[in-house]
């Protein structure tokens, strides 16, 4: 929880957008997150993202739930009440073996949703800080954040030079709040009074 | 950059071609000896192998060509860009079609009723269930679905490709390029109607199911579709890592190798999902006549083969292709269809010789010779294709679409 400082640019095109990304990256400024209307292609690569722990995480998930299937019917049909079903064995995994698959799915499922959700801080009553409402309609919005070095002037100039059809500086919270968003836009409309 | 028109068929290739059918010919023969003109169970053996390679890789050829109609119908740009190479392959469907088509006459015509046990017509009067299906199971009607099978494969892959190779001569405006895609269209439903009637219904219950004619399984004939198509698409990626390896198909790419990684996995699992489909409900039910089936492969002599085939079809490509990067790493991807194809060969052998010789595995090297015989057909008929007509389909309308394919 923390209050930044953030230079904001709006694009119109994508392949400009693109070559701005690459360009920010290669001036060293330290480009805090693009924000597009749809998902766009290879922009996680051009910005250097690292690729996604969802899979693995789903993985774990997904063992987790087949493990609970296993544990909990052996339990059940083995252990605390054997029943003898047809004459099978009581310990019979085939007949299993879609309960353990459907456990698998459901734990994966949810909890690779949950995760998400985590990661991208998304939960209900919960509100994090948009740069730009555009960006959810027509525009691809790129913010940049400011460190102690930055030059927020020669930033601004850089980013309209790279082909932003807008430019403006943002105080903003890095974090999520729990709330509504109009209280809390008061704290940031002095920008220097929060800075100092 | 400069575009290499077609494949040269080079001196090594040409040896490794012509040497596996001199291999696979030389096998015959001996075979022939050996096995051909013995006993009932040595004749089985001989009928056996020659049917059990024949219909794998036809079958698996004929998967390829599924592979291009569906991809065809479903306007699916990404393999636009090796679509040559899958065209070749399902060249090879006439050639083997042919194969199996004599084989499968001199089984039936022959009346070996140590391999079908329905051509045996004293057998078959006394046998109430089988005398009961004699109005599928007889000669007639089995030719009859056969060469209709292979010819109607034959030719509307032959059609197929034609039009695929028309489009080279000039480049397409906007309202020719839409009547090549229409009419695509037409001929890849064409092909999906009539294979889903044959490959997905009956030629599987004629060919392979009637070796223990008294046993049946609904889904048997998805299940032989879903282990050929993985074969199918493993025959594809070998292929496709090939061409790449000499210096063709400039245009492909990891994202398409990722495409092809990802069908086999998919159909690995959809066909662990039949498998397991049929397995389980015959062993909940638990009736001898369907159990019989699994006495000689889950606990008889080919209880080893059985589980293998599990291990190579199921275990390696889930925790194999699993991740991302494994599909994309051209070694991976060529290990694994390497391992694929002769899984699901290990997974027909099963299902052919544990019907007509259940007592005990026969596997020697003259099952390994008659395949090697049908691969080398295989590499010697694509290399053929290949070098004949040009390697990329530079006018086809979905050109662009995949080469700028992204995953």
């Known amino acids: 929880m923390a209050i930044k400082k953030f230079v904001v640019g709006s694009f119109e095109e994508e392949e400009v957008l693109f070559k701005a990304v690459r360009k920010v990256r290669s001036a060293g400024y330290k480009l805090y997150d693009v924000y597009t209307p749809m998902a766009i292609h290879g922009l996680d690569k051009a910005m250097g993202l690292r690729d996604t722990s969802i899979p693995t995480a789903g993985f774990i998930y997904g063992i987790s739930g087949t493990t609970t ?74 913010v940049i954040e400011c460190t102690a070095k930055t030059n927020e002037e020669e930033l601004k100039l850089f980013l309209s030079q790279a082909g932003a059809e807008e430019v403006h500086t943002q105080m903003a919270e890095t974090g999520w709040w729990l709330g509504s968003y109009s209280r809390n836009r008061k704290t940031f409309e002095n920008p220097n009074a929060i800075l100092a | 950059m400069s575009l290499r028109e077609r494949f040269e068929i080079t001196s090594g290739f040409r040896m490794w ?28 053996k001989f009928w056996g192998v020659l049917l059990h390679n024949s219909i794998y890789f036809l079958m698996v050829t004929n998967a390829v060509m599924f592979f291009f109609a569906a991809t065809t119908l479903a306007m699916a740009g990404f393999q636009i860009s090796f679509k040559r190479v899958t065209e070749a392959i399902a060249a090879c469907v ?11 006459l001199i089984i039936v015509f022959g009346h070996k ?133 000499k210096g063709y198909l400039e245009y492909t ?45 889950a606990e008889g ?38 391992a694929l194809l002769f899984g699901h060969w290990l997974d027909f052998y099963q299902i052919v010789f544990g019907s007509i010789l259940p007592d005990h595995v026969t596997m020697n090297l003259f099952d390994f010779g008659i395949a090697a015989g049908f691969v080398g ?23 662009k679409e995949s080469i700028i394919h992204y995953t």
């Open chain 2, 253 to 297: 790419n990891r994202e398409h190798l990722h495409d092809l990684g990802k069908f086999q996995f998919a159909f690995s699992i959809f066909w662990t999902y039949l498998w397991f489909a049929q397995f389980m409900l015959i062993w909940y039910a638990n009736i001898s006549e369907e159990t019989i089936y699994f006495k000689a492969r």
């Open chain 2, 17 to 44: 071609s012509r040497g596996l059918i001199g291999v696979g010919v030389l096998s015959l023969i001996i075979g022939f000896f050996v096995y051909g003109t013995g006993d009932d169970a040595h004749q089985a």
């Open chain 1, 69 to 142: 299937a296993l544990l909990g019917i052996s339990y059940t049909l083995v252990w605390d009440w054997p029943l003898n079903i047809g004459g099978k064995p009581h310990f019979s995994l085939p007949a299993w073996i879609p309960i353990m698959f459907e456990l698998t799915v459901l734990f994966s499922a949810v909890g690779m949703v949950l995760t998400f959700c985590y990661l991208c801080q998304m939960a209900p009553f919960v509100r994090k800080h948009h740069f730009s409402l555009r960006a959810t309609d027509d525009r691809f919005v790129m």
């Open chain 2, 94 to 104: 006439p050639v083997i079609g042919t194969i199996t088509f004599i084989i499968l």
């Open chain 2, 377 to 399: 057909i295989i590499i010697f008929q694509t290399g053929r294709v290949m070098s004949k007509y040009p390697l990329l389909a530079k006018n086809n309308p979905f050109f």
């Open chain 2, 113 to 245: 009723s140590m391999i079908y046990e329905w051509l045996d017509k004293t057998k078959v009067a006394k046998d109430a269930a089988l005398s009961g299906k004699r109005g599928f199971l007889n000669p007639g009607f089995f030719m009859t679905w056969t060469i209709a099978a292979i010819g109607l494969w034959s030719l509307i892959g032959l059609k197929m490709r034609q039009i695929s190779r028309k489009s080279d001569d000039h480049p397409m405006s906007l309202e020719e390029g839409k009547k090549f895609v229409f009419k695509n269209t037409v001929w890849a439903a064409l092909f999906i109607v009539w294979y889903a009637l044959t490959v997905a219904a009956v030629i599987p219950w004629l060919w392979m199911m009637s070796f223990a004619a008294h046993w049946y399984s609904t889904l048997y004939s998805w299940y032989i579709f879903a282990s050929t198509f993985v074969a199918g698409v493993a025959l594809i990626s070998i292929f496709v890592v090939y061409m790449k390896n």
């Open chain 2, 301 to 338: 002599a080919y209880s080893g083969i059985f589980f293998l085939n599990l291990v190579i079809n199921f275990l390696a490509p889930i925790l194999i292709y699993m991740s991302t990067p494994s599909k994309r790493n051209y070694t991976i991807v060529t290990f694994m269809s390497v």
